[in-house]
Structure formats: structure tokens, C-alpha cells
């Protein structure tokens, strides 16, 4: 039986096990996530009271309870410490001559005898070829001690998997690297690279940085990971180490943020020292080579600016890793477990690009021996079936044959086998001819009640702005406050549409969103302000998840599905002084815009309202249709699940006063133009909309264009 498609790349941390199948997707450049497994320890194998091996072992069998692999390639990796890795630069030399002068420059290269270490190589992209000679040529040279191999493959030995593939860790990040985030690497040109790009995945007490522009690889290891931060506050704060790793990884909710991170001060100059240094000696060794951005890895890296205060101590672009372009998925990438631990999943989509056969870099540390073994008992059953299967077939064969040429005669029935092909042809030359007119009658009765049904449809984008508009808040007539502060408005900047085949995807982006938009009746206990976090460690590059004082519920059973727009409105409103509290801020927008787009009906079932006065701010007059003219509910357009998507703090500005001055004054001198201070409070909303006609059915989809009468 061949082989199934899919792969499986396991990473086996300190602190858990990551693992994650995939296949090549049919899009080119694409990998196919179908399922992941994220199982932690109980505590990190690096504690002294732990036992890694038991640890270890106890974890791939609740992997093995969980997943099936039979079938699948499994590729696992080991740590850049455990291997080593050297860059050869060969001289001009002929292209079939290559295995023998990488063979002659590992043995000078690995400082063990070649009969002690499995070791494997391969020739990078760059260089040219001319004339059969190779000019420019770089091969990396990969090579471990079987003593390593041994260890590394015990765990799955004992535990019944097994394993195709053996990689070290830093050389399935550059896989990472080169297939996520680099064209590929046909289009670059030797003469002019593209500026490197470097990956620091941070483990529990290590660091590999791997440095790559598509051509050329570099990479080191240093001893410094998410453990030193957590020893880090073990002795700054006096705690147990299960302690201080629960603190690190809440840092932002502790009692005293500022003494938290005050604590982990030293660990972050360390690590941005190590970092600093690193590209230094790459940049020294290499000087045509420049840095383009810095892409960190590893669950550590979570901790809260630590990018900041990498990028500003670098002063280059530093980000996380957090999206991976080309590993498609929706299942697995909206999971929560994945979503949470999705930093930690570098090198387990290394490991299955690899097996999967879409990396650069296919070098295999397996020993030759085991592959020719797997190899030598996969290949016995079949190739004894395969002979029993030929012998049986030729003898059926024969025998067939034998009574075929003794019974039939072909000059006997050559005629009627002639008039049975005529009539068959003949009669589905007629029913392919039938089935056509129906086709195209079918498809122009469909075209016809789709004309006659979408008249309706013409004014809807008029009326969802116009029940936007009347969804604003306003003061009344007469009644409007002289402060601008105590107006009830909201000021929308600019207004966005996209378009969704399906709204469960964007509505699954928002979903923790839509949880914060609509809070809980009971609030929780007061977080610590972000401004008491910032002053603690470099600027915060992301807000807290659930706004200060508020308790987040989860999202309603009932969500948005089928094809539908979502409206963006991004604004803002001066709704924000002291005595208008708590109404100001997000629960003015709450209060105001956020409660009339949710619709008087929260089932969304279809409702006329009868009040002409029109004072009801949740509904609006509809231009066409059964209710032409008529107030409805703002969900009987369409419109639902309003969520506020990005909030900002608020802001105190100066304008000039606008009770000054006028089209029949003189111009204001600048130098003693009198200004106002507002409380401003930036904010943007977005909302799905599935257009509808009251009072009508749903139209059915126009009919493909394939479909429609061809005129002669």
C-alpha cells in the first residue's frame, strides 16, 4: 500500500512536545496544516527535581493515544547544540567532482572521524555553472555523533514511531525562513541579494539565530531562553521556580507589574547584548551582507516588549512571527491551542515542509543504515505478492486467450457489432442534443426570474447609509450643548466595505473582540493601568486583550455565516469628560452606535414598526419592496454583529476655539489665537451586512455564465 501524502513534524522541547501534520497543498508554494498537537510537561525537563526521559516518554504516548500515524512520514529534530554545521566555499571545480571534494573537506572539517558521526551535505542556492564547471559554489556540510543519533531517536524507538527524517533545529528554521518569508529562490539574483533576514527562536535555556537571505545561511546558538527569565525573578522576588514561571507568563496582570519587569531588566539587556553581538561578527564576516528584519520565535518571546526593547537597542525592524504566510489551514490555524502556542510551532513546520518535500535544505541525519533496513522489509511482502500476482496473471492470461481463439471466429460477427455501434452512436449523439436545449431552457428561466427578482436590490447600498446615518447620535433641535465635550456625537472619518465568501472567517478574526464589545454585567477586579506597564519595560506593542474594570463573556451560539460584506467605520468623539462618567469613551460608543446597530429584535426576526414620527433611532425607511416606505428594524436590512475592533485611550488635544472667529471676522493672529483643550477618543467599528429586501424572499444567485443560451 502506498504510502499516504501527509507528514508529521514532532519538535520535542524542554518545556512541551509541538507537532503538527501537514501535506503539500494543491496551490503552489502552499503547505496544508491538518491537524497539531501541543502537549506540556508537567514541569520543564531542565528542573532538577524533573526526569526527562520518563517526562519525554509520557508525552509521546499521550501523542500516540491522541494521533494516528500509521501511514504518515515522521520527521523529528534535535537541537543545534547536538550537531554540528560548517559552510564550505569550493573552488572552481567540475559539477560531477563535487561529492569528492565535499568528501575530502569533511573529513578536514569534522573534528571526529567520519565512521563516528552521520553526517550528510548539500550544495546551496548561488554560484553559476559554465561549461560543466561550478563557479561560486557553496555546500553545507551537516553532521552529528552517532552517540547523538542514538539518544535523539531512543524516545521514539521505544514508544513504536518510526522515524524518516532527523534534522537539526537550526537548519529546519531556515527552511522556515526561505519558504515563508523569501520569493523563491529561482528569481534572486547572485550580484544583488535581497537583505538577510533574522530568526531568533528562543527555547526554555537556549537561543539559535539563523540568518539567511535565500543564497547563504548562517546560524549560532547561545545559552540564554525563557528560563533565565524566569530564574531571573526566582531570585529578585524570592520565589519557587513553578512560581516565578507562572508570573513571567502573567506579568502584565501581577499586583506590581513594574516590580516584575524591573526584576527581568538584566535578562533583557543580556539578550539584546547576545543578539547585538551576533549580528555584529555576521556582518564583520560577511560585509556585502545586510540586515533587512528581525523575526522572533519561541513562546518566550511572548513576554510582554520584549520586541520593543530589541528593536531599540538593535535599531532594526523587529517583530514576531506570529502569522505564517504559506501554511493554509483554517481549521488547525484557528484553534485556540494553536493560536496561543503558535510562536512555539517553528520548528515543527520546518520538520513537515521538509518531509513533505518543499524545503530548500533536504538533507537527512538518519543513519543509512536504518533507511536500508526500512527500506529491505517494506520491499519484501511486495515483492512476493508481486511474483505470486504475475504468475497467477500470466496463467489466467493464457487460459483466456486459449478459449477466445478456440471460440470465436471475428468474419461471424463483424457486421452486427458495426449496426450496434451506429445505433449506440446515434442515440447518444440524440441524448447529448436533448440534454443541451434543456440546458440552455433551463438556464434562461433562471436568468429571467433573476432579472425580475434583483429590481429590489437596486437602492439597498442608499438605504444601509442612510440607517447608518440615523443610527448616529444626536442632540435634539434647539437643545444642542454649547461644549463640544457635552455633545452627543460621533464624528466617522471614513467608511470601508470588503467583501466575504463566508462571514464565519472574518467573524472567527473578531470573535475575541466581539467578547470585549459586549462585556459582562458583573465587572472584574480593576487590571493594572498600561501606563504603570510602560514605564516598567520598553513601550508595550500590544493593548490589554480585556479593557480595565470589564469581564469578558463568550461569543453568543448563534454567529454570522454565508457570503455578506463587513462594513468598516473608523471615527471618533470629544464624549469624554469627567461628569458624563461612565458613558464616555468605548461605553459611549457602546451606548450609542454599538446598541442601535444590534437592532431592537436580537433574534434578527422581521418586524414593521408602525411609528411615522420616525423616533425610533433603531429603524429606518426603506426605498423599494413590499415595506417601500415603511420604518423597519435595522436587522431586517441586513445589518449585524457590531464589533469595536481597535480602541484607543483617550487623548487630550488642542483646537482652536471654535466660538471665536468667523467667515465675517478678520483673520485670527496665530501667536494669540485662543485654544481649547478636548478629550479625544479614537475608535473603529466594523459590522456584517448580508443586503436584504424587507418584506421580500432572497433572490436566488445569477446563473453562471456558462449556463445561458448561446444565440445562433
Known amino acids: 500500500m502506498a504510502r499516504s501524502p501527509y507528514v508529521w513534524g514532532i519538535d520535542i522541547g524542554k518545556c512541551a512536545l509541538k507537532a503538527v501534520r501537514c501535506r503539500m497543498s494543491t496551490q503552489p508554494g502552499k503547505l496544508t496544516v491538518e491537524a497539531f498537537d501541543y502537549i506540556e510537561y508537567p514541569m520543564i525537563l531542565t528542573q532538577p527535581e524533573a526526569d526527562p526521559v520518563a517526562l519525554v516518554q509520557s508525552a509521546l504516548q499521550e501523542f500516540i493515544g491522541r494521533n494516528t500515524l500509521k501511514g504518515d512520514r515522521v520527521a523529528v529534530a534535535v537541537a543545534g547544540q547536538s550537531g554540528l554545521t560548517k559552510f564550505i566555499k569550493l573552488p572552481p571545480i567540475e559539477a560531477k567532482k563535487i561529492p569528492d571534494i565535499v568528501k575530502y573537506e569533511a573529513r578536514q572539517q569534522i573534528p571526529f572521524p567520519l565512521e563516528q558521526v552521520v553526517w550528510d551535505w548539500q550544495r546551496l542556492a548561488g554560484g553559476m555553472e559554465e561549461s560543466g564547471f561550478v563557479l561560486d559554489a557553496e555546500v553545507a556540510v551537516f553532521a552529528m555523533k552517532k552517540e547523538q543519533v542514538t539518544k535523539a531517536l531512543a524516545p521514539f524507538m521505544q514508544a513504536g514511531i518510526p522515524v524518516d527524517l532527523l534534522q537539526l533545529a537550526p537548519v529546519a528554521l531556515a527552511n522556515v525562513v526561505i519558504f515563508d518569508q523569501m520569493p523563491h529562490p529561482t528569481p534572486i539574483d547572485p550580484d544583488a541579494p535581497q537583505p538577510s533576514i533574522v530568526l531568533v527562536s528562543t527555547g526554555v535555556d537556549s537561543t539559535d539565530l539563523v540568518i539567511t537571505n535565500g543564497m547563504r545561511i548562517w546560524q549560532r546558538s547561545f545559552p540564554l531562553g525563557g528560563s533565565n527569565f524566569t530564574k531571573a525573578l526566582v531570585n529578585g522576588m524570592k520565589l519557587t521556580f513553578a512560581k516565578a514561571e507562572h508570573l513571567k507568563r502573567n506579568a502584565v496582570r501581577a499586583d506590581d507589574p513594574k516590580l516584575v519587569f524591573k526584576a527581568m531588566r538584566p535578562v533583557f539587556n543580556e539578550f539584546a547584548s547576545e543578539l547585538q553581538r551576533s549580528l555584529n561578527y555576521f556582518t564583520g564576516a560577511d560585509r556585502k551582507a545586510t540586515i533587512g528584519k528581525v523575526l522572533l520565535l519561541g513562546n518566550p518571546t511572548k513576554l510582554r516588549g520584549l520586541s520593543d526593547f530589541v528593536a531599540k537597542q538593535l535599531q532594526l525592524d523587529v517583530q514576531r512571527l506570529d502569522t505564517f504566510r504559506n501554511l493554509e489551514g483554517p481549521a488547525v490555524l484557528a484553534a485556540p491551542a494553536f493560536r496561543e502556542n503558535r510562536l512555539a510551532f517553528g520548528t515543527a513546520y520546518g520538520l513537515a515542509l521538509q518531509a513533505a518535500g518543499g524545503a530548500s535544505i533536504s538533507t537527512n541525519l538518519l543513519p543509512r543504515e536504518i533507511l536500508q533496513e526500512r527500506l529491505i522489509e517494506s520491499k519484501k511482502p511486495w515483492a512476493v505478492g508481486a511474483l505470486v500476482g504475475l504468475l497467477v496473471a500470466s496463467f489466467i492470461s493464457f487460459v483466456g486467450m486459449f478459449f477466445a481463439w478456440t471460440t470465436y471466429a471475428p468474419p461471424l460477427y463483424a457486421k452486427a457489432f458495426s449496426q450496434a455501434d451506429g445505433v449506440k452512436t446515434r442515440s447518444q449523439a440524440a441524448i447529448a442534443a436533448l440534454d443541451d436545449v434543456k440546458q440552455k431552457q433551463d438556464a434562461a428561466i433562471a436568468q429571467q426570474q433573476y432579472l425580475l427578482r ?70 472584574s477586579e480593576e487590571a493594572p493601568s498600561p501606563a504603570d506597564v510602560e514605564t516598567a519595560v520598553p513601550a508595550i506593542d500590544e493593548p490589554p486583550a480585556t479593557p480595565p474594570g470589564e469581564a469578558v463573556v463568550s461569543v453568543a451560539a448563534d454567529r454570522p455565516s454565508g457570503p455578506g460584506w463587513v462594513i468598516e467605520m473608523k471615527g471618533h468623539h470629544f464624549h469624554n469628560e469627567n461628569h458624563h462618567k461612565p458613558h464616555q469613551s468605548v461605553e459611549f460608543v457602546r451606548s450609542t452606535i454599538i446598541k442601535n446597530l444590534l437592532g431592537k429584535d436580537s433574534n434578527a426576526k422581521k418586524r414593521v414598526v408602525q411609528d411615522e414620527a420616525g423616533e425610533d433611532p433603531q429603524t429606518v425607511m426603506v426605498s423599494t419592496g413590499p415595506l417601500a416606505g415603511q420604518l423597519v428594524d435595522v436587522s431586517d436590512l441586513g445589518i449585524a454583529f457590531p464589533v469595536i475592533v481597535e480602541s484607543s ?61 448561446v444565440s445562433e
Open 454 to 523: 434583483v429590481e429590489d436590490r437596486r437602492f439597498q447600498m442608499l438605504d444601509m447609509l442612510r440607517a447608518v446615518e440615523s443610527l448616529l447620535p444626536r442632540d435634539e433641535p434647539g437643545k444642542v450643548p454649547e461644549g463640544l465635550g457635552d455633545r452627543n456625537e460621533l464624528h466617522i472619518d471614513r467608511m470601508e466595505c470588503e467583501w466575504f465568501p463566508d462571514l464565519t472567517t472574518w467573524f472567527s478574526g473578531v470573535e475575541q473582540k466581539w467578547a470585549e464589545t459586549h462585556p459582562a454585567e458583573d465587572p
Open 649 to 709: 485611550p483617550v487623548k487630550t488635544i488642542q483646537i482652536p476655539d471654535p466660538r471665536l472667529g468667523g467667515p465675517s471676522e478678520q483673520p485670527v493672529d496665530k501667536a494669540t489665537e485662543k485654544m481649547i483643550d478636548l478629550k479625544r477618543y479614537d475608535f473603529i467599528v466594523q459590522f456584517c451586512w448580508q443586503p436584504r429586501v424587507p418584506g421580500s424572499p432572497k433572490p436566488p444567485p445569477p446563473p453562471a455564465a456558462s449556463a445561458l443560451p
